[in-house]
């Protein structure tokens, strides 16, 4: 894409408004606009991070079966009064239909999650053990009335948000389904470029404990400790561990630190089946109720996550796997990068190619503002080479454009 | 995909509590559920067809400069007060920050379009004549509170649209770009498979006349007067002609007709960056007011139509262009189809396969119902070959493995 065609631009300084690196490098690149606390705009170039970040999520989802669905925004009261969450979701957007001004009673609220919506349509659609188990999913904008909303799409009132459901017949199929869920999330945040720890925290009544996917950053609001050998780890919540103490699966150090929970994995049992009459008929014919588990990712968030820990005084660091594009081309005469640019959108090449009427340092630092990992320059020093540059690297190469196609196809 | 895999079952019935066609079909073959009056959740099936949809949308808008951002559902209160269109708009959404039933002042709405935050967005990012024209444009989901929400996906509470917004250092330039937009518009509904009459409409204060894209059906809530030999076609609203007049373009014979608005480009003048002083710096150095237009196409509004206009007293008959499936392979034997599924899904071919262990007489029931464009039928009797029917068809040839790749691929 021509940059002078993104039609949105970086800012000179970062905003004041923001506490989060995250939130602050985001607006100050172009990233994202922020429309009030905890609600932002995700501009063109914050658009295709978001949707790399969808598809490495899609693609790891439908791998362990899930398939694909969109439920609405706009939830029955009723069906949250049913689970009692009505009163007790302290964060539940909860809002009136007549669309007035003088305060009539609520009878709606905006999907804070979606076990109220999911529970009775499977009510529909399962009635036997032969349709059991069953995964759906999908990624869609979630509303949280959140008091804290201070750090950028780190915690928004309105974010993205990847939620599997899974029903099974026995406790035992959810177990062995969580494992594999696990073992996927290990996966989807290691192409995300994600360090992730798996978390033992809180689970609710039905199991002990649900697993956490946390990313260490002092921007964080969970506190967790963890073994520096073993894959021991666990929230502040739930640990019977203290600062020092040594780990107790290992015997090795542990440490404590800030973490940001980017996705969680959690057994439900029968908690929504009970409250929504969500059962099956089993092979002797007797009706039972079915198991859930849950399993969140958060798509914003971990946007946010990874600009949080991967940055540095010039601006954002993005890994390949997730940045909007691969390349970024900065010619410094006009024209002199046009046939490079047809050449590498011709093989596949994602390239951002700055031909806009700009002085080379103002170029250079919004190259390094928007961290996309390769930078291309063509100038006339650089003849019929390029210079060819790793975002966050030192080393510069003088490369042909033949070799330049070659290394980054 | 493996229908055994789908999750999601159609009906026997049509539901009761639903008058236009398209919703009785779509809920009755899986394609949707309904979770309250306007408001309804996308099944497998559902969203894949509206996948389909948005990419031609996004395609059509990408071709003309379109660049694709993400605004938020959740708007402050001060945007809409100051268009003046927080008392002004019926149907919008008004809601309180504090999530309490006890009738707080509604400080947000739900985006019902979002002119209110694109209009101060731009006006962080134009700044000279360089920085035009600019178009931006987003698929998101929409709220309006519709007080006739009886038609299912043709008129919902919350429903998914694509709008455009274009800004323009002049009058003359929109008005260049609300032609190229027509195109495009036409070449986006020809691509879907649906048949539209560009139509003049109401244009507001800047403009005398607006363009809606209609089509033709019973369901529709606009009357159109629209002439069989030329492309005159005018909305009731506007038009100075009566049942049984002439042509006032060509002279040939006008009908009358109910329609389904899918689609309609609009300009919008100066309203908004008047409201938000979105002004440019022209060549002279002069700050002027930007020139907008807005453009919309309902994605989950043309999905109904689609159905509105395409099925028979057995289902559904999608398009291929926006088909969930390319083909529906049913075995009547168990296994009898995996291996020509396996090679069919090699080559690429989308295919459901229905799997099942149901009767032959539910599964053809079932094909017609949802509707994919070529039925394949495998059975003892089909011997090394495969019986192909096209959706609202009648012939049915029986055609070698081969055959059936080669054709469909």
Known sequence: MRQSELYIKTFREAPKDEEAISAKLLIQAGFINK?????YTYLPLGLKVMRKIENIVREGIEKVGGREILMPVLHPKENWVKTGRWTEFDVLYKF?????DDGV????????????????LLQKNISSYRDLPTYLYQIQTKFRNEPRAKSGILRGKEFIMKDLYSFHATPEDLEKFYETMKEAYRQIFERIGLKTLVTKASGGTFSKYSHEFQVLADAGEDTVFYCLKCDFAENKEVTTIKNGDSCPQCGDKTEVSQAIEVGNIFKLGTRFSEAFNLTYRGASGKEKLVYMGCYGIGISRTMGVIVEVSNDDKGIIWPESVAPFKAHLIELKKGLGRELYGRLTKAGVEVLYDDRDLTPGEKFNDADLIGIPWRLVISDKTKNKVEIKKRGGKSIKLVSHDGIIQQLS
């Open 96 to 100: 009136d239909q007549s669309g007035k």
């Open 35 to 39: 429309e009030m606390a905890g609600v």
């Open 105 to 120: 009673v609520a009878n709606f609220a905006l999907g804070a999650t979606h076990e109220e919506i999911i529970t009775p």
